[in-house]
């Protein structure tokens, strides 16, 4: 039994004015691709209604497919007047907007394509002063390493006359520690590291960056942070898609280089990081790198004891039948990719020694949730004898990312009557209740942020290089240990069971486990 207490919505909020963007030429490699459609094109065209572009302000579009700008405009239209992420599409607005789009078309593996986008290039440029160029490289990783070099030999990675070149790099850098390395040293070639944006689009979601504020702007909370006071962090990053027109990607990636590696890794730096000196870049993606480096690399013995992989196999998504991951199209009939991945870590420093972080995140399960639990522990429990042991819950700060952005906190209080029994209440904070509106969406704040120059949300070199050296040796030993036998949790469930043990098996985590998803 439990209750739930709402805060108050804000009466008296006002936004601050809102920044405006560099003027900038923005290229984008694979804008024929789904991140373009989806989530690119709607944060621009959001961007410029609200008033956050310069005026002076272009986008090309590169991509092999063959198609006029016209063409291009018409198809961008269609995905954006659908996407979610478009706050308020308009005809009107749209048809001033398109006319910065444009399209070129060219295989990036051709050595005069880089002779031929630099020479349109210089004919837009004309547009835009000072004649800044921001490169977006949204293609697999294995393709963004040509992509770079392409662009120092054409000399179209510098900035000249005054302006500034930068290039936004999407996830996954590489596919393990070493791939990591080579595309961060060809990248190091060509543009400086202020220069570099590597975008995980999690570090631009409101409740990510209120973290920090939360923690570090809160007397109450931030002296109990810390192994004295918590028992154990629990992450979650639950999606009830399937791998839909991604397979081929998926088949290279699985869910542990797809998501642990880069968004759950940040979320758990940032909830164990010391505090910075100040948000600012360097001093924010120091922190972080420093929790990172003190998360020790497993052995083979420890990755089968400490994590969990699982692969979905037929079920049911809101009331529909819908595949196993290898009824998939594109997928192998004996595939051992995971669509599932469970862990748990240990930061071994002084802040949080013999506290264990749990993560799981998974494909086709109950249902979406993505979240920060930090379970503090639990008081002794004599005094309150007469209530039922599983009903005296502990104390729980819940950060939700996704759907629900907000905080809720978890904490016991005397029900009414003449016995002293406790029930656990929440106290609930929702972004939407409390400003009247979400947040904007992540693409959105980081596309704005990459044209003003702020790398604080974007991840740095050593910060990959460390979320790899964490990474690689579970892939290593996952390819020599035998794979389980797939698939083993059926679509629209809450994962494999293997999971529910993993948690649950720690000395006198009997009271330990997952936030049940299909409550």
Same mark, same amino acid.
């Given at each position: 039994?439990?209750?739930?207490?709402?805060?108050?919505?804000?009466?008296?909020?006002?936004?601050?004015?809102?920044?405006?963007?560099?003027?900038?030429?923005?290229?984008?490699? /694979?804008?024929?691709?789904?991140?373009?459609?989806?989530?690119?094109?709607?944060?621009?065209?959001?961007?410029?209604?609200?008033?956050?572009?310069?005026?002076?302000?272009?986008?090309?579009?590169? *991509?092999?497919?063959?198609?006029?700008?016209?063409?291009?405009?018409?198809?961008?239209?269609?995905?954006?007047?659908?996407?979610?992420?478009?706050?308020?599409?308009?005809?009107?607005?749209?048809?001033?907007?398109?006319?910065?789009?444009?399209?070129?078309?060219?295989?990036?593996?051709?050595?005069?394509?880089?002779?031929?986008?630099?020479?349109?290039?210089?004919?837009?440029?004309?547009?835009?002063?000072?004649?800044?160029?921001?490169? #977006?490289?949204?293609?697999?990783?294995?393709?963004?390493?040509?992509?770079?070099? *392409?662009?120092? @030999?054409?000399?179209?990675?510098?900035?000249?006359?005054?302006?500034?070149?930068?290039?936004?790099?999407?996830?996954?850098?590489?596919?393990?520690?070493?791939?990591?390395?080579?595309?961060?040293?060809?990248?190091?070639?060509?543009?400086?590291?202020?220069?570099?944006?590597?975008?995980?689009?999690?570090?631009?979601?409101?409740?990510?960056?209120?973290?920090?504020?939360?923690?570090?702007?809160?007397?109450?909370?931030?002296?109990?942070?810390?192994?004295?006071?918590?028992?154990?962090?629990?992450?979650?990053?639950?999606? =009830?898609?399937?791998?839909?027109?991604?397979?081929?990607? #998926?088949?290279?990636?699985?869910?542990?280089?797809?998501?642990?590696?880069?968004?759950?890794?940040?979320?758990?730096?940032?909830?164990?990081?010391?505090?910075?000196?100040?948000?600012?870049?360097?001093?924010?993606?120091?922190?972080?790198?420093?929790?990172?480096?003190?998360?020790?690399?497993?052995?083979?013995?420890?990755?089968?004891?400490?994590?969990?992989?699982?692969? #979905?196999?037929? /079920?049911?998504?809101?009331?529909?039948?819908?595949?196993?991951?290898?009824?998939?199209?594109?997928?192998?009939?004996?595939?051992?990719?995971?669509?599932?991945?469970?862990?748990?870590?240990?930061?071994?420093?002084?802040?949080?020694?013999?506290?264990?972080?749990?993560?799981?995140?998974?494909?086709?399960?109950?249902?979406?949730?993505?979240?920060?639990?930090?379970?503090?522990?639990?008081?002794?429990?004599?005094?309150?004898?007469?209530?039922?042991?599983?009903?005296?819950?502990?104390?729980?700060? =819940?950060?939700?990312?996704?759907?629900?952005? *907000?905080?809720?906190?978890?904490?016991?209080?005397?029900?009414?009557?003449?016995?002293?029994?406790?029930?656990?209440?929440?106290?609930?904070?929702?972004?939407?209740?409390?400003?009247?509106?979400? /947040?904007?969406?992540?693409?959105?704040?980081?596309?704005?942020?990459?044209?003003?120059?702020?790398?604080?949300?974007? =991840?740095?070199?050593?910060?990959?290089?460390?979320?790899?050296?964490?990474?690689?040796?579970?892939?290593?030993?996952?390819?020599?240990?035998?794979?389980?036998?797939?698939?083993?949790?059926?679509?629209?469930?809450?994962?494999?069971?293997?999971?529910?043990?993993?948690?649950?098996?720690?000395?006198?985590?009997?009271? @330990?486990?997952?936030?049940?998803?299909?409550?």
């Amino acid at each position: 039994m439990s209750a739930v207490i709402d805060v108050n919505p804000l009466e008296k909020f006002s936004l601050e004015p809102l920044p405006t963007a560099d003027s900038c030429l923005l290229v984008i490699f /694979g804008a024929s691709g789904d991140l373009t459609r989806r989530k690119l094109i709607p944060s621009l065209y959001n961007l410029a209604c609200v008033g956050c572009m310069n005026p002076q302000f272009e986008v090309l579009g590169v *991509g092999r497919t063959e198609m006029s700008s016209e063409e291009f405009r018409a198809k961008l239209k269609e995905s954006a007047s659908e996407s979610s992420d478009t706050r308020d599409f308009s005809e009107s607005q749209w048809k001033e907007f398109e006319q910065r789009l444009h399209y070129f078309a060219g295989d990036i593996g051709d050595e005069q394509f880089y002779a031929r986008l630099g020479q349109r290039l210089g004919e837009m440029q004309k547009s835009v002063s000072p004649p800044n160029r921001l490169f #977006y490289v949204s293609t697999p990783a294995s393709v963004a390493g040509p992509i770079v070099e *392409g662009l120092a @030999r054409s000399g179209m990675s510098h900035g000249g006359d005054g302006g500034w070149a930068r290039i936004i790099l999407e996830k996954p850098f590489g596919h393990d520690l070493k791939s990591a390395q080579e595309l961060n040293a060809i990248v190091h070639k060509s543009f400086d590291e202020k220069d570099v944006f590597r975008i995980d689009h999690y570090l631009g979601k409101e409740t990510v960056q209120n973290i920090l504020v939360f923690r570090f702007g809160n007397s109450l909370f931030e002296p109990v942070w810390n192994r004295n006071y918590i028992d154990h962090v629990e992450i979650s990053a639950a999606e =009830t898609v399937g791998v839909e027109s991604r397979a081929g990607f #998926y088949e290279e990636t699985g869910a542990l280089r797809d998501m642990v590696a880069n968004h759950l890794l940040q979320l758990l730096a940032l909830t164990a990081m010391e505090p910075p000196i100040e948000f600012e870049a360097d001093s924010v993606r120091g922190q972080k790198v420093q929790v990172l480096k003190s998360i020790r690399p497993m052995t083979v013995e420890e990755v089968a004891k400490r994590t969990v992989r699982g692969q #979905y196999g037929p /079920g049911e998504i809101a009331g529909q039948p819908v595949p196993g991951y290898r009824e998939e199209q594109g997928v192998k009939k004996d595939s051992v990719t995971e669509t599932y991945a469970a862990v748990e870590f240990y930061v071994d420093n002084w802040r949080w020694a013999g506290v264990p972080f749990y993560i799981r995140t998974g494909k086709h399960l109950a249902r979406p949730s993505s979240e920060i639990r930090v379970h503090f522990k639990r008081t002794p429990q004599a005094l309150f004898a007469s209530t039922p042991y599983e009903q005296l819950g502990p104390n729980v700060i =819940t950060l939700r990312i996704q759907p629900d952005d *907000g905080i809720s906190i978890a904490f016991d209080v005397k029900q009414p009557g003449t016995h002293m029994r406790a029930l656990t209440v929440n106290a609930n904070f929702s972004y939407e209740t409390a400003f009247g509106a979400k /947040g904007p969406p992540a693409y959105e704040t980081l596309l704005l942020d990459s044209m003003r120059g702020d790398a604080t949300l974007f =991840t740095r070199r050593d910060e990959v290089e460390a979320e790899w050296r964490i990474i690689t040796p579970i892939e290593q030993a996952w390819a020599q240990l035998p794979a389980p036998a797939f698939p083993n949790y059926a679509a629209g469930s809450e994962g494999p069971v293997e999971a529910d043990a993993l948690i649950s098996a720690y000395p006198g985590g009997d009271h @330990r486990g997952w936030r049940r998803l299909s409550n």
